[in-house]
């Protein structure tokens, strides 16, 4: 595996939540921070190789997590408009006005993000018009102009070249059809300023209210927060919104700033690229938090006040909305860890160079005993970690099961789980996990019931069916290594699924390498397993555009417990290697369905969610 390299935008909000502990609480936006705890963050960029565009606003502009998709703010679209000289960075806040935004410390994060060559776009107005509120309303002609010269400064000072944009119009019509301005005084204030300091502008109160008109009353509604109940997963009920966006409506206006800024070259010539025809919804990365939202940051090791990873997930409160960040120090910790349902947005991450250096191991088995009589623990109960709890994360580490076969001949079920996965929208990269049989369990909460789970730049290891259950699973970038029993003709399994029959998607391995040392044909791709009979548990599994070793079989599937593999949906793709052949016993995927077997296409699900765009030049989260 290669090495970890945390980017930056990891390490960033590590070092940002760094001066929070579970028992200190965090001070987030809308409480004043101190200096030190901006200074804690105001580290000096490293390996940037492209200016960024940084957005600061309110909602129209703000990047919105997975769970209000399809919401979105213009700045949240950018990059979907951006050629490859630059990146975006979205950092705006749902509910700020320049004041609150800047009271809250967050000016001072983004200022002390910037370097000579970035361009800082400064869009308030929305919030500044609450003068009831005296923590956000600002006067337009005296304390929205000071406020807004704060970051005009804070870019000048930093190198970087600071753009007014006005505020962005709502959806407003009269009766006889013409949209109206619903900003009063602010859209001004800002072109004063503009003039006065010389700061180029983006006057998106007039370009926005254009749009709104040639679009029509009806046509908007495609472009604001507009959903029918059921619609959108995120919205079962519904929604009506006339001043925030979809999708579509977010990568408009976005077109709108991106124009402006071509047309007076306030950016380089060829930064943007209008005339590309874009899915929005599809292609605007919504991450699982928005940025400004720092995590509780908990931290797990020798001398520290968690010396148990359990201890640290058992600190954290049922039913939060923020996520928890552990930090493992490097070494080996010896617990059964469980993660219940009721704790979602759970982060493990190890801080160790590579995933050896951090180990979370136990040795129970199926057969093994419960301590207070009760019985064996079983297949599921024997899981060195387990996870139910919904919007998981894990890197940099290693999961094991070091139950020792060889000195347990007389247990009859020596099952035993390293990792057991339940919690849909599960993201692991750069981890291990080790055992024989049943290494990794990749599971759902009930029969029929889909989550996902994905896998990437990971090692999994094991013999007999180390990879199972009835999840829908993505292995991506991936080494996949059979260990080798000794036999000369049968070294085990690598998967047994139990997808239900109503669920198209179950595992794909994608651009893997599957490797042992094993003998030559010696290895299964996988056996259809049907829990307690279960006719309905037809497994999918699909092995594309992977490199397969000598180890595997010349015929990999096979039957188990009576059901026939030919009647599971096994597939292969577009693989290579001593291992890979086309034959009557090696059922290939139509080329005709290959898009609809894709990476993206497992983990699409309902509510669309594609962390395969986390750190991409879709990412508007992305610090660099």
């Keep these: 595996m290669r090495r970890f390299e945390p980017n930056r935008r990891s390490m960033l909000a590590a070092v940002a939540a760094g001066a929070v502990t579970a028992a200190a609480g965090l001070a987030g936006p809308g409480a004043a921070r101190s200096e030190a705890a901006v200074r804690s963050v105001a580290l000096p960029p490293q390996g940037r190789t492209r200016p960024v565009i940084f ?130 005084a602010y859209p001004q204030a800002v072109r004063e300023l503009a003039a006065a300091t010389g700061t180029p502008l983006v006057d998106l109160t007039v370009s926005s209210k254009d749009l709104w008109q040639k679009l029509g009353a009806e046509g908007t509604k495609s472009h604001f927060l507009y959903a029918s109940p059921g619609q959108y997963p995120q919205y079962p009920q519904g929604v009506t919104d006339n001043t925030h966006f979809q999708a579509e409506g977010a990568l408009a206006v976005a077109r709108l700033v991106a124009s402006e800024l071509r047309a007076q070259q306030t950016l380089p010539p060829g930064y943007f690229q209008l005339d590309a025809g874009l899915d929005a919804r599809e ?56 993660v219940p349902a009721s704790k979602p947005r759970i982060s493990f991450l190890g801080l160790g160079e590579k995933a050896q250096d951090v180990v979370l191991v136990y040795n129970n088995a199926s057969g093994t005993p419960k301590p207070d009589g009760a019985g064996p623990y079983g297949t599921g109960g024997s899981a060195s970690v387990r996870i139910d709890g919904p919007d998981f994360t894990a890197a940099n580490l290693t999961f094991s099961n ?100 109503g669920i198209k998607h179950g595992y794909l391995f994608t651009g893997c390498r599957f490797k042992s040392d094993a003998a030559a044909g010696s290895v299964h791709l996988g056996r259809p397993w049907h829990p307690s009979g279960d006719v309905d548990a037809i497994a999918q599994v699909l092995i594309r555009d992977s490199w397969l070793g000598a180890h595997i079989s010349r015929a990999p599937w096979t039957d188990m417990s009576g059901f026939s593999w030919r009647e599971a949906r096994f597939h292969e793709f577009n693989n290579n290697g001593p291992g890979s052949r086309i034959t009557a016993d090696r059922p290939q995927l139509d080329p005709a369905l290959a898009k609809e077997f894709t990476l993206e296409a497992y983990l699409h699900g309902t509510d669309g969610w594609a962390p395969q765009l986390a750190g991409t030049r879709a990412d508007s989260t992305q610090r660099v």
């Design 55 to 184: 957005v600061v606003g309110d909602s129209t502009s703000s990047a919105y997590q997975h769970s209000e998709r399809p919401r979105a703010g213009w700045g949240q679209a950018l990059p979907l408009l951006l050629g490859p000289q630059a990146d975006v960075f979205d950092y705006a806040w749902s509910g700020a006005s320049s004041k609150s935004f800047a009271d809250a410390g967050l000016l001072d994060e983004v200022v002390a993000l910037l370097q000579p060559g970035d361009y800082l776009l400064i869009s308030f107005g929305h919030n500044d018009e609450k003068v009831e509120d005296p923590a956000r309303g600002t006067d337009p002609q005296t304390t929205f102009k000071e406020y807004l010269q704060q970051y005009i400064d804070g870019a000048a000072g930093r190198g970087a070249k600071a753009v007014l944009v006005t505020p962005v119009e709502r959806r407003r019509f009269s009766a006889l059809g013409v949209a109206q301005d619903s900003h009063g």
């Design 283 to 338: 292609g605007i990365y919504w991450p699982s938090e928005r940025p400004v939202d720092k995590p509780v940051v908990v931290d797990v090791g020798k001398g520290l006040a968690f010396q148990t990873v359990q201890a640290a997930i058992n600190s954290v409160p049922e039913g939060g909305t923020r996520r928890t960040l552990i930090r493992i120090q490097p070494g080996i910790y010896r617990e059964a860890i469980r």
């Design 402 to 501: 070091d139950f020792d076969e060889a000195a347990n001949q007389d247990m009859k079920n020596r099952q035993a789980v390293a990792l057991f996965l339940t919690g849909d929208r599960a993201v692991l990269s750069n981890v291990r996990c080790l055992g024989n049989q049943d290494t990794l369990l990749v599971d759902s909460p009930s029969r029929g019931v889909q989550a996902r789970f994905f896998f990437r730049d990971c090692y999994i290891e094991g013999d007999v069916d180390f990879i199972f259950g009835r999840g829908t699973a993505v292995f991506s970038g991936s080494e996949v290594r059979s260990l080798d029993r000794g036999s000369s003709s049968n070294n085990g399994y690598v998967s047994a699924g139990s997808l239900n029959v």
